[in-house]
């Protein structure tokens, strides 16, 4: 009976976390231990791994990872999703310019639904925010209602950018907006800074080197 017992709560268990994992929008399970840490060595592993420990999420912390392209900051920030989900938290993961752009295209009406799954969310990952030179303004205040209602409501938010911080006042355009969503992102605040080269030129560069297969 103790066992019958137990694989139902396992099944239950494996059931709710699937059903997370639909409702986070991650589109990929990733973990630490498939990241190749001896590629850059310079990535800040040991705060990588540390975000994992989901303790930033349960203090109410936020965590930035700034960096080139190509060099893991989408992969590790999807792998600490991916954990949070495990762990029965709630999580969202958006783009972060596809984010922004849907709640500026929403109406005033359908504003607080839109935005509830970001609120309600234990994290809320904004992917590869700043991609374009500039956002605009319309975006920009989006971002800042964002941040604004989570720092009150003490959840935490992860980043990635390939934008440095000092220059997003000029991404942003407006230095006190700039400076408003930074207090509060800075406030409580794990920065990872990622250098290096990029993952994804060398696995370019590894099939270029292949040649095409044969049949």
Known sequence: FSAILQDELDRRQS????LRYKQSGLDERTSMAEFDWGFNPKIPKRTC?????????????NAILIGPPGTGKSHVAKAVAYSAVRAGLRVMYAEADELLSTLVLTPSLGKQQRLKPALDADLLVLDDLFMARRIAQERADELQALIHKRYKLRRSVLI?????IADWETYLGDTALATTILDRLMHRSVL???RGRSYRLRQAAGRLAKGPEND
């Open 160 to 164: 990635t950018s390939n934008r440095i």
């Open 15 to 18: 059931r709710q976390t699937e």
């Open 49 to 61: 791994f540390e975000l994992n420990t989901l303790k930033f999420i349960a203090e109410g912390e």
């Open 192 to 194: 990872a800074e990622f």
